[in-house]
């Protein structure tokens, strides 16, 4: 039975899921915004939720054990730095989970998890690439104004190439 047991396992040793965890909230509190799968998303805003935490308070011990979980000195200074100031005034809700449909490979529940109140220079780069898989397939294809005014070619050239045609052929 599962009393009172906290977490998902994610069919991975403990050490492994440590390591995939204080990975993932560092890539998340740099990037502030990561695309992985939805059980994963739903445990990492736990972890992500409590350094935010952390970051709060602002203490040297604080720090301490927020560089246990995130190793990268300049992620832990954007952390007591604009993101302490930022999430000042909210009791708690540092992350937000968006699903965003299934892989194509395993069929696997894909979601983006986000800090809320992200900094708009965050927003305005990273808006693209994180779109839904619709927008993404016609990211590379213009629209059909734009198709017709490049394939039809100026109608002074389309006739000279036609009577040039003919006049190698012999017509």
């Known amino acids: 039975m599962k009393h009172r ?3 998902r396992r994610l069919d991975r040793t403990t050490e ?3 390591a ?3 990975n993932m909230v560092t890539s998340l509190l740099r990037h502030e915004r990561i695309v992985t799968t939805a059980p994963k998303a739903k445990e990492l805003k736990r972890v992500a939720d409590k350094i935010v935490t952390l970051a709060k308070r602002g203490t040297p011990n604080a ?3 927020a560089y246990r979980d995130v190793r990268d000195a300049e992620v832990l200074e954007k952390l007591f730095g604009t993101l302490k100031e930022r ?3 909210r009791p708690g809700g540092y992350t937000r989970v968006v699903r965003v449909g299934r892989r194509h490979g395993d ?3 894909m979601a983006v998890i986000e800090l809320v109140d992200r900094a708009p220079a965050a927003e305005g780069k990273e808006a693209e690439p994180a779109a839904a898989g619709a927008d993404k397939k016609k990211a ?3 629209e059909k104004s734009e198709q017709s005014e490049k394939k039809a070619p100026p109608a002074g050239k389309t006739a000279a190439k036609g009577k040039a045609k003919k006049a190698a052929k012999g017509e």
Request: aromatic share 10%.
């Open 63 to 65: 720090r301490r054990i």
């Open 20 to 22: 995939m965890f204080r």
């Open 5 to 7: 047991v906290a977490g």
């Open 16 to 18: 492994h899921r440590t």
């Open 140 to 142: 590379g294809k213009p």
């Open 107 to 109: 069929n696997a529940e």
């Open 87 to 89: 999430y000042a005034s």
